[in-house]
């Protein structure tokens, strides 16, 4: 459920006009409603009520500031992957003991960063990363609380970009080597064990999967137990679907359902990652139509957002569907919505039944809340989208969109031209 619903065939988020932003904002621009996140945040979160949980929203789905804040005040914790998101993180008022550290290569100052912050825990990746954390502590006179990200060869049954927890994947550690690593950390002065970790994959539509995953996890969480390595912290990873189209992901009450089924008595705090699932149907990219345009094999409807806006679907053949901001009569049509970039990828969609449009309309991409603006980049020197929030009646642009001085910030000429 998300509130970017129609009235009297104009579309609105929450109790705005989206024509108005548009007016007062220009295109592109990507849009979040206040109620949907908070609405999908509780949703999950709730469905977690009877178990010792965190959940860490993934930041990487979306980063704004003020995404971000509303979710701290919520009361979510933060997955990070760099150290810019511990960075926006901690500017967004996340508590630093809320805050897990993901990803297969971080760097040195980035684990001095994270050291220094104190954060909840460092999920490694690598034998090698455990080596350099310990030593990263030892020199900052630090504890570092690490769980080991473990790979448990699960197939999600996603898309082969976003599946992560196959053995051919770059991620974490197999089962097997995640004991000797275990048994190597557990020996380390400036390592404390606190947590074992996962992360299947993204855009996730059954439960069976993440069974699995969380089976093979416990089943090492007891080996390790017998060893005399207790552990605290079991993360889930992200990865439940969202409805871009006619998907059925499950419900976070089932997801959560089948989770609490396979711990059984397991005492345990559990750790969730969810991304996609909070922000994805919570906003969407605002574009105008240019022009249209009929070729000899298609047609086509140029807007003002491009590839470099949204890389879902050139990237993944990702669907977002677009609708019209105002509803007008008349035939539907089949056309490509492509960007202005001069490269046959530059899509939005392809060979789709659009509503009809015209030039100087206004077209809503939908469920682009997650991996949208983050993704979004500056080719062909194209100004990146302005963010908008609603809440309610009002709307703040929370992030501006970016100005030709924007685009040369930090570069310069060297004198020797
Ligand atoms: N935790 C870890 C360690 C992750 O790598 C990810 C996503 C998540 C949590 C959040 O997963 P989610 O709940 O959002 O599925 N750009 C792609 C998605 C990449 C996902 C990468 N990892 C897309 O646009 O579909």
């Known amino acids: 459920m998300h509130y970017f619903q129609y009235r009297n065939n104009e579309m609105f988020c929450e109790d705005v006009p989206v024509q108005a932003i548009a007016r007062q904002v220009g295109t592109p621009f990507y849009l979040y409603s206040h109620a949907t ?7 999950f979160n709730d469905a977690f009520g009877g178990l010792d949980r965190l ?9 704004s500031l003020a995404v971000l804040k509303l979710l701290a005040n919520l009361g979510s914790g933060l997955d990070i992957v760099s150290g810019g998101e511990l960075f926006r993180g901690l500017k967004a008022g ?9 990803g297969v290569g971080k760097r040195v100052d980035e684990i001095d960063f994270a050291l220094e ?20 502590a030892e020199a900052l006179r630090k504890k570092a609380r690490v769980s080991i990200r473990v790979n448990p060869d699960v197939d999600p049954k996603t898309h082969p970009y976003i599946s992560t927890g196959l053995k051919k994947n770059k991620f974490g550690i197999d089962t097997e080597s995640a004991i000797s690593a275990y048994q190597r950390a557990s020996r380390m002065s400036h390592i404390s064990v606190v947590g074992i970790d996962c992360h299947i994959g993204s855009q996730i539509t059954e439960i069976q999967p993440f069974e699995d995953a969380l089976k093979s996890l416990k089943n090492l969480i007891q080996r390790l137990g017998n060893m005399g ?23 976070p009450i089932d997801y959560a359902r089948a989770i609490a089924h396979v711990l059984g008595d397991l005492k345990i705090q559990l750790i969730l990652e969810p991304g996609r699932v909070i922000v994805g149907n919570a906003g969407i990219l ?5 022009y249209r345009k009929k070729g000899l094999a298609k047609e086509f409807v140029i807007t003002d957002a491009a590839m ?30 492509v960007g202005p970039i001069c490269e046959t990828g530059d899509f939005l969609a392809q060979d789709r039944l659009i509503p009809p449009v015209q030039s100087g309309d206004l077209l809503a991409l939908m469920s682009a809340g997650a991996y949208g603006f983050v993704m979004s980049s500056n080719y062909c020197s194209r100004l990146r989208a302005a963010e908008v929030m609603v ?27």
Do not use: W
């Open 55 to 63: 959940v860490c929203f993934s930041a990487k789905a979306n980063t």
């Open 286 to 290: 605002v574009a105008r139509v240019l």
């Open 229 to 251: 390595i207790p552990i605290r912290h079991l993360d889930m990873g992200g990865g439940l679907g969202i409805t871009y189209r006619e998907e059925s992901p499950p419900h």
């Open 391 to 417: 809440k309610g009646d009002q709307f703040v642009v929370v992030k501006d969109r970016e100005t030709y001085a924007d685009l040369i910030a930090g570069e310069s000429i060297p004198d020797f031209l």
């Open 117 to 136: 912050t104190g954060i909840l825990m460092f999920n490694v990746e690598s034998l090698e990363e455990l080596e350099l954390i310990q030593m990263r």
């Open 94 to 102: 996340f508590s630093p003991d809320r805050i897990v550290y993901s």
């Open 37 to 43: 996140l908070t609405r999908h945040f509780n949703a």
């Open 308 to 337: 470099n806006d949204l890389m879902r679907p050139i990237l993944y053949n990702a669907y977002h569907e677009a609708m019209p901001v105002v509803r007008a009569e008349g035939e539907s049509f089949t056309a490509d919505i």
